[in-house]
């Protein structure tokens, strides 16, 4: 049988990477014609084939154990596993190499060999020629003797541990003098490795391989696991994992769905333990918490997946104020660890990640990576964090804050906002370019960079922001009224005395609002403050912030008008809880507000957040069921329907519930954050796509016919789809 040239692939692909290859491997016959040249392989059997497996994999299965932490000491022979990863051959005589292990020091391999006489050559020239041929990259065993070491090595009892693969502590760095290499497997000569390569996703394994950046936060993601469910145990919570397979019920985002065999019926995978947990604290647990996988099925950002983990916790007879003390308590034993664990390092691209820490943290808490305060987290209410940053996360690090409902001339404001009378707010932007010293960019620079700022804005904050285009005035000390001419005497005057010091090159935002109270997650100045800084910094005209700002935001409105693209809970009211409609309201004034003006209320809701973004939120939470009941069909007007499917909650809460709260902090964002990464997909081994695709394994996949029918399932007809 004639095998096609793929074939011969790969089944060339099967030579064994070392210097001993099967000489009776079968090789094709290259025959030259005048229209090219065939291939053409020559005849085998299924014996040759087996027999050159069995060779193949005999040499690789078969490998020394790697040695010991308490075996490495100089003089000693010790074994390592790991992987080729550079080679230095200086001669004929004498090879330098590198041997990347995990979770151990750096580890040189040295190999100096004397030529000899080729029927009796001298010992280890085997090895040497050995390592000098193998491919980069290649999975190893080197067994040799330990010449030096380098580090401030722990020589208590519990340093050395006896467990085969692991490696004293504190030793940064080790030199073996080769006595055997012995390859495990071969890396392919077609996968090009160079500094910064950038694999596709589909081959993810190797990204993760060769991105030291991404190794690195991988690797500091269990670390900051174990360190808060650490803390949790110390305060006495419980570890519950709660069911995958659940059921839909309208909380609020939509779900993914699981059919069974059973027709008619599925189950849902869980947007949260929500329900679980509340029912936990009906059952006694007096602290829960649990790592949970969640499912949301929703649009897909840079900081959002379809699955992600979150730090889930409940307390029974507490309050909100008692989880917050208890979550900044975890958060600060957490960076405290972190401190004493790891240190940041940054690359050439200026890209900061975690590394096991070398040198002993500093003494002043503040100038450690992760800094960590006695003070309580600073806390502010939703409308404060509308009112002074137009975001319900901000980011505390910009050196700006905005100064609302700014009185200027309509002269001014009908040229920049198509409302008859809008609310102008406004900031203030001082540019500032740090080198060795702090200066200030010339007007020329800075009119550059703020034009090209303005020209590359969403077309919803700029060319179809419904409120009008947001408006930049630079301030020039050489024009008439310092450049503010637009604004009018009177308008000069206002923003002189708001902002008293400005000086030429500064830049003033202004940008108009209906109005109205603050709705919504943030305002489009806003946005524009926090795009601005993210472009300032990148650009060099404000220097970075590696600080770590946490931030408590509390009092959120406890309900908020539908919108298309959120379900809500599926009530007849024209508005869905904020947070979840199972959160308590703040005071008794708002229990009141519930019925009489829905969209005034204001829930016992809290989100804490660390340098804009929201690591996690939680509330207290209704805790009788004829509370509970009354906000679902009086308040969110759910139908008999929506209500029957939160049944098994209002039970638990009517048999005697305890007063609870909680929280559900995203451990995935919060791994980002502190690893020194904007997506959580640096933190994430296999993340999925924007478009919620796993492209590594390639899913979803397409589904069977033979699938359908198991599940009682059945695509629509084409033509009532081309009805709706």
Known sequence: MALSRPSMRRLTSLRPSNLRPCTSFLQPRLIRRPSGV???????????????????????????????????????????????????????????????????????VVSHSEPGDESNPPPGHEAHLALRALPLHSPVAVTGTVVSQKGDRDLSASSQRDVPGSFPKGVTHLEI???????????????????????PPSARH?????????????RARPKIGHELRKSLTDLNFTEVETPILFKSTPEGAREFLVPTRRAGLAYALPQSPQQYKQILMSSGIRGYYQFARCFRDEDLRADRQP??????????????????????????????????????????????????????????????????????????????????????????????????????????????????????????FTPTTTTTTTTSPSIRDTTTFIHTFLSTLPPALFSLNPNGQPAALIIDTSKPLMGLSPLSHSGFETITNLYPFLTSGDVIFFQARPPTPFSGGSTALGQIRTLLYSSAVTS??????????????????????????????????????????????????????????????????YDLVLNGVELGGGSRRIHTAKMQEYVFREILKMSDKGVKQFSHLLEA??????????????????????????????????????????????????????????????????????KE
């Not at 020394?64 to 001669?91: D, E, K, W």
């Not at 190797?206 to 991988?218: G, K």
């Not at 507490?318 to 790891?342: C, H, Y």
């Not at 450690?368 to 964090?385: L, Q």
């Open 653 to 722: 809460l009517r048999a005697g519930c305890p007063p609870h709260a909680g929280f559900a902090l995203g451990f995935d964002r919060l791994c980002a954050v502190l690893t020194g990464t904007d997506s959580v997909r640096d933190v994430i081994a296999f993340p999925k796509s924007m478009k919620g695709e796993d492209l590594t394994v390639r899913s979803p996949g397409k589904i069977t016919s033979e699938e359908l029918r198991t599940y009682h399932l059945a695509f629509r007809p084409k033509e009532e789809k081309k």
């Open 177 to 199: 003098s080769l006595q055997n290499i012995q390859p495990l497997n071969a890396f392919p000569k077609d996968i090009i490795v160079s500094k910064g390569v950038q694999f």
């Open 38 to 108: 065939l291939w053409v392989p020559q005849r085998f059997t299924h014996s040759d084939i087996t027999q050159q497996l069995r060779e193949e994999w005999s040499s690789y299965n078969h490998f020394p154990q790697a040695s010991s932490a308490n075996q490495f000491v100089n003089g000693q022979t010790v074994t390592v596993h790991g992987f080729l990863s550079q080679r230095r051959i200086s001669s004929k005589k004498l090879i330098f190499a590198n041997v990347q292990v995990d979770n151990g020091p750096s580890i040189q």
């Open 206 to 218: 190797l990204q993760i391989r060769f991105d030291e950046a991404l190794q690195a936060r991988i």
């Open 540 to 605: 060099g005209f404000l220097p970075p912030s590696h600080q770590f700002n946490f931030l408590w935001v509390q009092n959120f409105p406890m309900f908020t008008p539908n919108t298309e693209t959120d379900p809500g809970q599926g009530g007849q009211s024209g508005f869905s809880a904020t947070h979840h409609p199972f959160t308590a309201p703040l005071t008794d004034a708002d229990v009141e507000l519930m019925v009489t003006n829905p969209l005034a209320a204001r829930a016992d809701h």
């Open 307 to 428: 699955e992600f983990t979150q730090l889930d916790l409940e307390m029974s007879f507490a309050t909100g104020q008692d989880v917050m003390r208890t979550v900044e308590s975890i958060m600060k034993d957490l960076m405290k660890s972190l401190n004493s664990q790891f240190e940041l390092v940054q690359s050439d691209t200026n890209e900061r990640y975690p590394v096991p820490r070398r040198t002993p943290p500093s003494s002043d808490p503040s100038s450690n990576p992760w800094p960590v305060s006695d003070k309580p987290f600073p806390r502010i209410t939703y409308e404060e964090a509308m009112s002074r940053f137009g975001v319900d996360k901000p980011d505390t690090r910009i050196p700006f804050e905005i100064n609302p409902n700014v009185p200027l001339p309509e002269s001014f404001t009908s040229m920049i906002s198509p409302l008859p009378s809008p609310t102008i707010d406004t900031f203030l």
